[in-house]
């Protein structure tokens, strides 16, 4: 049954907390975003090597620490809490995932443990040109020439595909859609987009008769990229409500910090009335999302619906929370000298990465039979 966080998961989230607020300053999100990479491969080494961090759910006997979803969705909560620059979801959450759910242990004794040190920058390119994500949306195509595999397709909006050295690829196949895993080599080439939140980067992946190994049977690809899917969703959710509580957080100090008429702003009581909305909000996607973590923990049936719900919900809450803080602060909007124009292009860039909230308002009907 779903339930609060032990005493060990709370000083866990701690360590992470303060591990982050180091690591990862305002100054060193905006350092990053205006390099090439998007990220630090210092701090990305010391994330593995320090606190384990890209292990956090990957199995002891693969390198890792073990742990399951909760874990890994206390350390996404503080990472959207400080919008952190680095291949943390692509690696972890879509490529570690589809590796784990593949079934495939030959696969996984042998591309797990890079993952878990850190050595392993890794993603899911979904070669998917209609905006579908879902089996249904996948174009790529996976041919055997002899023993081998080759795959050819376009990938246009790859999490960190411009530094990935391991790609996970579903492709069609006689069979139906496959997953495959792909190294970065010949017939790969990546370009990096311009995009509105360059803390989590995006790029064009093409695969032109690119080398490919199966992963896991090719008969349960499609139910494998589902089940990674609805992961990702539930990856996802966590880092906007840490990114939402954030955003909530820094309207609060603004009101208690800004005196007009002789009194903090967050005396009147309009703002009060806006205040409160926003927290409804916020506490309401931290409780979605810590319901699909437990259905991901659990490997709940109500995985697929949990991860719709709180895809939806989270979604829209990081949105009003980073719209109305923007409001707070006077309607400043794109103002580059504060953070808040940060987590408001992280919020819109969100919203459709990995389907807006109505793609998923629609899948959860349809998924709990409405």
């Known amino acids: 049954m779903f339930s609060a966080l032990t005493e060990e998961q709370r000083e866990f989230r701690e360590l992470v907390r303060g591990f982050l607020a180091e690591k990862s300053t305002e100054a060193d999100v905006r350092r990053l975003m205006a390099t090439e990479q998007g990220y630090d491969p210092q701090l990305w080494r010391q994330m593995a090597e320090e606190v384990g961090l890209q292990g956090i ?11 399951g979803w909760i874990e890994l969705g206390i350390v996404l909560e503080e990472m959207g809490r400080v919008l952190l620059c680095a291949p943390y979801f692509s690696t972890v959450v879509l490529a570690a995932s589809a590796i784990a759910e593949s079934g495939d242990a030959e696969a996984a004794a042998a591309r797990l443990p890079g993952i878990a040190d850190g050595s392993t920058i890794a993603t899911l390119a979904f070669p998917g040109e209609n905006g579908r994500w ?9 041919t055997r020439e002899g023993g081998s595999w080759r795959i050819s397709g376009t990938a246009p909006s790859t999490i960190d595909g411009h530094v990935a050295s391991l790609f996970v690829v579903p492709a069609r196949t006689d069979e139906g859609v496959s997953l495959f895993l792909v190294d970065r080599g010949d017939g790969v080439a990546s370009t990096s987009l311009q995009t509105l939140d ?40 966590a880092e906007q409500a840490g990114a939402a509580r ?9 009101l208690k910090e800004r005196v007009q008429f002789g009194q903090p702003i967050g005396a009147f009581q309009a703002l009060k009335h806006m205040a409160a909305d926003v927290l409804i909000e916020v506490e309401s996607a931290s409780s979605a ?30 949105v009003t929370a980073c719209h109305q803080n923007i409001q707070f602060h006077g309607g400043m909007g794109f103002t580059w000298e504060v953070p808040a124009h940060l987590y408001f292009k992280r919020a819109r860039a969100d919203e459709i990465l990995l389907g807006d909230a109505d793609f998923h308002r629609e899948r959860l009907a349809q998924r709990i039979g409405v």
């Open 289 to 318: 999302s810590s319901y699909a973590l437990w259905a991901a923990a659990e490997s709940r049936d109500q995985l697929p619906a949990a991860a719709s719900l709180a895809a939806a919900f989270c979604t829209d809450a990081l």
């Open 246 to 254: 954030a955003a909530f957080d820094m309207s609060v100090a603004y």
């Open 57 to 67: 759910a990957i199995a002891e006997e693969h390198g890792g620490q073990g742990f």
């Open 198 to 237: 360059q803390t989590r980067r995006l790029a064009v992946v093409t695969f032109d008769g690119a080398a490919a190994e199966p992963l896991g049977e090719p008969s349960a690809g499609a139910a494998t990229l589902e089940r990674v899917l609805d992961l990702a969703a539930v990856g996802l959710a």
């Open 134 to 142: 879902d089996a249904e949306g996948v174009t790529a195509r996976a």
